[in-house]
């Protein structure tokens, strides 16, 4: 045991006090002792123990008293109860004015030791518990959110504004401007911070595996469903869900979650018992879902239930001002998390950053932020050096693109095309082939870029098509 351990004994009885005073000191702990309420009250205030063991009958003031008294000093104090006069309604009081245990006297050495030692345990994990809080609930405060532009303020204002109310919140930007962050600091700033935060990627589950996971599923329910499952809006109960990629949801769930925003309840996956939960939900989405509800994709009904609070985060483009402040967050970041010593970057390589265009938002800022600190040269500055040429290069490649009618003028469709076509394989490109990412350069939804692409190799798989006939019919004719 440790001496850092403090223990209280507050005991009218000489006897009982000088034996507790004895066996805990034997066991390692700390231990001072009052004999009554009000000494007992004044050595809480000078300093916190982490344990009282208060009798209940003590000749000024009940033990319950002396609790209640200590708790306003210290609301996480851990206390035990002794009395010699155990009842269950004496019990059941002691308990719910916030006792861990109660201890009968006389009482055996083992059963105290026991008892002390699960109570200080106890009392460390709460400590530890109330820390972690402390530490989420500090990273993710409004100051914590790094900006300082008109826009990002504007923001910061929303989200003060509708952070205690149980209102729906739909969050719209585009990838890597930081939904996710915002739906953090919605939750961790609500009254709601103490309860369960679940997240879901709507977009990066398969479409037959999805109401699974958003509403459980019972034993037996399909093939492989051997146990019964809880799902994250069970999981959620109390606190909230986030459901990001919103505009990924299939249209045959979208039905169930309406149900869920109307009526707070649902059932599992070949269940029939209708699941009560209090739960806030917050969505978010890179798409343009009133475009998604004209093209039939999306339900008009459950965009309005969405949308009771809608939260707009501008792109990276939009507020250039704040990409020193990012860039000095992540310097700090990556400092810490790769035991670097980097005290900045140059002006002449900010002013490169600040002419980039960022498709991919701040997400694509702290990827480089982290690849330049890895490779940079200078062991303390970012400079221009460090700076990736393709990102320089691309500077001619991004908007505003630059175009000069010819004086022959341009057959519109073929132009329109190829310029198309150019987009795209800038934009496959720079995602290495894969699709999602391609997508989100382009800010479109996936869908529309496979047809696209589908679109585009049916043209040009018709035009070979023709052009081979074409030469076998001018080959027939010079046989």
Same mark, same amino acid.
């Given at each position: 045991?440790?001496?850092?351990?403090?223990?209280? @004994?507050?005991?009218?009885?000489?006897?009982?006090?000088?034996?507790?005073?004895?066996?805990?000191?034997?066991?390692?702990?700390?231990?001072?002792?009052?004999?009554?309420?009000?000494?007992?009250?004044?050595?809480?205030?000078?300093?916190?123990?982490?344990?009282?063991?208060?009798?209940?009958?003590?000749?000024?003031?009940?033990?319950?008293?002396?609790?209640?008294?200590?708790?306003?000093?210290?609301?996480?104090?851990?206390?035990?109860?002794?009395?010699?006069?155990?009842?269950?309604?004496?019990?059941?009081?002691?308990?719910?004015?916030?006792?861990?245990?109660?201890?009968?006297?006389?009482?055996?050495?083992?059963?105290?030791?026991?008892?002390?030692?699960?109570?200080?345990?106890?009392?460390?994990?709460?400590?530890?518990?109330?820390?972690?809080?402390?530490?989420?609930?500090?990273?993710?405060?409004?100051?914590?959110?790094?900006?300082?532009?008109?826009?990002?303020?504007?923001?910061?204002?929303?989200?003060?504004?509708?952070?205690?109310?149980?209102?729906?919140?739909?969050?719209?930007?585009?990838?890597?401007?930081?939904?996710?962050?915002?739906?953090?600091?919605?939750?961790?700033?609500?009254?709601?911070?103490?309860?369960?935060?679940?997240?879901?990627?709507?977009?990066?589950?398969?479409?037959?595996?999805?109401?699974?996971?958003?509403?459980?599923?019972?034993?037996?329910?399909?093939?492989?469903?051997?146990?019964?499952?809880?799902?994250?809006?069970?999981?959620?109960?109390?606190?909230?869900?986030?459901?990001?990629?919103?505009?990924?949801?299939?249209?045959?769930?979208?039905?169930?979650?309406?149900?869920?925003?109307?009526?707070?309840?649902?059932?599992?996956?070949?269940?029939?018992?209708?699941?009560?939960?209090?739960?806030?939900?917050?969505?978010?989405?890179?798409?343009?879902?009133?475009?998604?509800?004209?093209?039939?994709?999306?339900?008009?009904?459950?965009?309005?239930?969405?949308?009771?609070?809608?939260?707009?985060?501008?792109?990276?483009?939009?507020?250039?001002?704040?990409?020193?402040?990012?860039?000095?967050?992540?310097?700090?970041?990556?400092?810490?998390?790769?035991?670097?010593?980097?005290?900045?970057?140059?002006?002449?390589?900010?002013?490169?950053?600040?002419?980039?265009?960022?498709?991919?938002?701040?997400?694509?800022?702290?990827?480089?932020?982290?690849?330049?600190?890895?490779?940079?040269?200078?062991?303390?500055?970012?400079?221009?050096?460090?700076?990736?040429?393709?990102?320089?290069?691309?500077?001619?490649?991004?908007?505003?693109?630059?175009?000069?009618?010819?004086?022959?003028?341009?057959?519109?469709?073929?132009?329109?095309?190829?310029?198309?076509?150019?987009?795209?394989?800038?934009?496959?490109?720079?995602?290495?082939?894969?699709?999602?990412?391609?997508?989100?350069?382009?800010?479109?939804?996936?869908?529309?870029? @496979?047809?696209?692409?589908?679109?585009?190799?049916?043209?040009?798989?018709?035009?070979?098509?023709?052009?081979?006939?074409?030469?076998?019919?001018?080959?027939?004719?010079?046989?």
């Amino acid at each position: 045991m440790n001496r850092n351990t403090r223990i209280l @004994v507050i005991e009218d009885d000489d006897g009982v006090r000088e034996t507790l005073i004895t066996l805990l000191g034997e066991a390692g702990y700390t231990v001072e002792a009052a004999a009554d309420g009000p000494p007992a009250i004044a050595l809480a205030k000078r300093s916190p123990f982490h344990l009282y063991m208060i009798d209940l009958r003590l000749p000024s003031i009940s033990g319950i008293e002396i609790m209640a008294q200590i708790k306003k000093i210290n609301a996480e104090a851990v206390c035990i109860v002794l009395t010699a006069y155990a009842t269950i309604e004496l019990s059941v009081q002691a308990m719910r004015a916030g006792a861990f245990d109660f201890i009968s006297k006389p009482f055996q050495i083992d059963v105290v030791l026991n008892l002390v030692k699960n109570a200080i345990e106890f009392n460390r994990l709460k400590r530890e518990n109330l820390s972690l809080k402390k530490i989420v609930r500090d990273k993710y405060r409004f100051e914590n959110m790094v900006g300082s532009s008109q826009e990002m303020n504007r923001v910061y204002e929303l989200i003060e504004r509708v952070s205690d109310s149980d209102s729906t919140i739909l969050i719209q930007g585009e990838s890597g401007t930081g939904k996710e962050i915002v739906a953090k600091t919605i939750h961790y700033n609500s009254t709601r911070r103490d309860k369960p935060l679940i997240p879901i990627n709507c977009g990066a589950i398969p479409e037959a595996l999805i109401e699974s996971e958003l509403f459980g599923h019972e034993k037996g329910a399909f093939t492989g469903a051997t146990n019964s499952r809880t799902g994250r809006f069970e999981l959620a109960h109390g606190g909230t869900i986030f459901l990001d990629e919103i505009g990924e949801l299939p249209v045959s769930l979208q039905v169930k979650l309406l149900r869920v925003l109307q009526e707070q309840s649902f059932e599992r996956v070949g269940g029939v018992k209708s699941i009560q939960v209090d739960v806030r939900i917050v969505a978010a989405t890179n798409q343009d879902l009133e475009k998604a509800i004209a093209e039939k994709r999306f339900r008009e009904d459950l965009y309005y239930r969405l949308n009771v609070i809608p939260i707009n985060i501008p792109p990276l483009r939009k507020r250039k001002d704040d990409i020193p402040l990012l860039v000095d967050h992540f310097i700090d970041k990556f400092n810490q998390k790769k035991n670097k010593k980097v005290t900045g970057i140059t002006s002449e390589a900010i002013a490169l950053l600040l002419k980039y265009y960022w498709p991919g938002n701040i997400r694509e800022l702290e990827n480089l932020v982290e690849r330049m600190m890895v490779l940079m040269k200078d062991e303390n500055m970012i400079t221009t050096d460090d700076v990736p040429e393709k990102l320089i290069m691309s500077r001619r490649k991004t908007l505003p693109f630059h175009f000069e009618l010819p004086e022959e003028g341009i057959v519109f469709a073929e132009t329109v095309s190829a310029f198309e076509n150019q987009i795209l394989d800038l934009s496959l490109s720079r995602a290495n082939g894969v699709k999602n990412r391609a997508a989100q350069l382009l800010h479109m939804n996936r869908t529309t870029l @496979v047809e696209k692409l589908k679109k585009r190799r049916i043209t040009a798989a018709a035009k070979q098509a023709l052009s081979q006939q074409f030469y076998r019919e001018e080959e027939g004719e010079t046989l």
